[in-house]
C-alpha cells in the first residue's frame, strides 16, 4: 500500500491524558481535567434538560444543510445564511479550508506555537507551512506578512492564540487585513471568542462584509461546554463559503449536535455565568502566580501559560498524582511551563496548593 509520503513524519493527535486513566493508574477517586480548555461548568442547563427530546430519528440522516442551527446563528450573529459552514468541530473547518485551498506548490503562513490542526492539515495536502516563531507569546505579524508571496494560499491567526492566551487587538488585526494580499484567505479562530474582555479587541463578524478574503472560526466546544458533540462553524464573505462546500463531508454535524446548538446559542445567561467565574477565577490565578514569581501571559482565554523555574513535564507529572491533568509546555512546544484550563473555584485553589507544594519541594532540594 502507499501512503502520501508525508503521512510517515506525522504523528497522530496525542490527546491529554483521559481521567479514567489517570484514575487507575494513581489510584485516585477525583480527578480534575485542566487540560483542554472544557468548560468546568458543563453545558446549558436548558440542554441538559432537553437532550432527550433531541435523541430521536437517529434513523434518519441529520439535514446536510444544518438549517435550524443556520437560521439561529445568522441571526443571533447578524451575517446571512449563505456566509457560513458548518464543522464537526471548529477542527472540522479547519480541515474543509486545508482541502479547498491547500495543494503542492501552495504556501500557508502561521505563528508557532499556535493551534496544532493548521499545520497537521497544511501537510496533509502536500503544502509548504511557513511558520514564525511567537513574540513573547504574540503573533510576530511583521514577519508573517514577510512570508507571503504569491503561492501563499491561507493565513492563520489564532487569537486569544492557543496555547498563550494572548489576544489581537483591533488595530493591529485591521492593519494585517489591509495588508495582506487578496488572493490569501485570512483566519482568523476565535474558538475563545466568549471569554474576551479587552475592550480593545477586533468585531471580525461584523467586519466580514468589508473583506473579501477575511474567514472566522467560531465553535460551540469552548464556553458552550459542547467539545463533546462536535459541532463549529467558519463565517465569510458567501463566494468563499461556496468554494469550500464542496469540500465539506455532506452529513457533516449531528442532528443532536445541530439541535443543542441552537438551545445553547438561546441560552445566554449560561455563557454570561461561565464567563464571569471564569474572569474572577483567572484573577486569583494571576495573583497567586505574582505571589509566587511565576511569570504568565497576559490570556484573554480560558486558559494560563504559567512558566516555571522547572520542566512543565515535572509539574505535570506531580499534579497527576495530586489529581490534576494539565498540558505540559514541553508538549506544546513551549519548555518549562504549563498550560492550565482555568476551573473551578476550589479546583483552582486546591491546584495552586499543590503547585505551590512542589515549588517549595524544588526550591528546598
Ligand atoms: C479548541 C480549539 C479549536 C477546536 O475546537 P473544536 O472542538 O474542533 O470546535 C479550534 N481552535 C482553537 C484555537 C482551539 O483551542
Not at 511551563?337 to 519541594?361: C, N, V
Request: charged share 25%; glycine share 6%; with cysteine.
Amino acid at each position: 500500500m502507499k501512503a502520501k509520503d508525508i503521512l510517515k513524519t506525522m504523528k497522530p493527535y496525542k490527546p491529554g491524558k483521559g481521567i479514567e486513566e489517570v484514575k487507575k493508574e494513581y489510584g485516585l477517586d477525583r480527578i480534575v481535567k485542566l487540560a483542554s480548555n472544557e468548560n468546568p461548568y458543563g453545558f446549558s442547563p436548558v440542554v441538559k434538560e432537553e437532550l432527550p427530546k433531541l435523541v430521536s430519528k437517529l434513523e434518519i440522516y441529520p439535514d446536510g444543510y444544518a438549517a435550524g442551527v443556520r437560521t439561529k446563528v445568522s441571526s443571533f450573529l447578524g451575517v446571512d445564511e449563505n456566509q457560513i459552514i458548518f464543522g464537526n468541530g471548529s477542527d472540522e473547518v479547519v480541515q474543509i479550508i486545508c482541502r479547498t485551498f491547500l495543494e503542492p506548490g501552495a504556501n500557508t503562513v502561521m505563528a508557532s506555537p499556535t493551534f496544532p490542526q493548521y499545520r497537521h492539515n497544511a501537510l496533509i495536502e502536500g503544502a509548504e507551512v511557513r511558520e514564525v516563531p511567537l513574540k513573547d507569546g504574540h503573533h510576530d505579524l511583521e514577519e508573517m506578512i514577510r512570508q507571503i508571496d504569491e503561492d501563499t494560499r491561507v493565513f492563520w491567526i489564532c487569537t486569544p492564540n492557543n496555547p498563550t492566551g494572548v489576544h489581537i487587538n483591533e488595530e493591529t488585526i485591521k492593519d494585517v487585513l489591509a495588508r495582506v494580499p487578496e488572493h490569501v484567505l485570512v483566519v482568523l479562530d476565535e474558538a475563545y471568542y466568549e471569554y474576551l474582555e479587552a475592550e480593545d479587541s477586533f468585531d471580525a463578524v461584523s467586519a466580514l462584509n468589508q473583506y473579501p478574503n477575511l474567514m472566522v472560526l467560531r465553535t460551540f466546544s469552548k464556553a458552550y461546554g459542547l467539545a463533546g458533540l462536535r459541532i463549529g462553524f467558519g463565517l465569510a464573505a458567501a463566494d468563499v463559503i461556496q468554494v469550500l462546500e464542496p469540500a465539506r463531508e455532506p452529513f457533516n454535524t449531528s442532528t443532536v449536535a445541530q439541535a443543542a446548538a441552537i438551545l445553547a446559542l438561546d441560552d445566554q445567561e449560561f455563557i454570561t455565568t461561565t464567563v464571569e467565574a471564569t474572569h474572577k477565577n483567572k484573577q486569583a490565578l494571576m495573583r497567586f502566580c505574582d505571589e509566587n514569581d511565576l511569570g504568565y501571559y497576559d490570556t484573554q482565554a480560558n486558559f494560563l501559560l504559567i512558566q516555571l523555574p522547572i520542566s512543565g513535564d515535572e509539574m505535570f507529572e506531580y499534579l497527576l498524582t495530586q489529581g490534576f491533568i494539565v498540558r505540559s509546555g514541553e508538549a506544546l512546544g513551549l519548555p518549562n511551563s504549563i498550560r492550565l484550563t482555568i476551573g473551578r473555584e476550589d479546583d483552582m485553589l486546591q491546584i495552586q496548593q499543590a503547585m505551590k507544594k512542589k515549588l517549595e519541594m524544588v526550591k528546598q532540594s
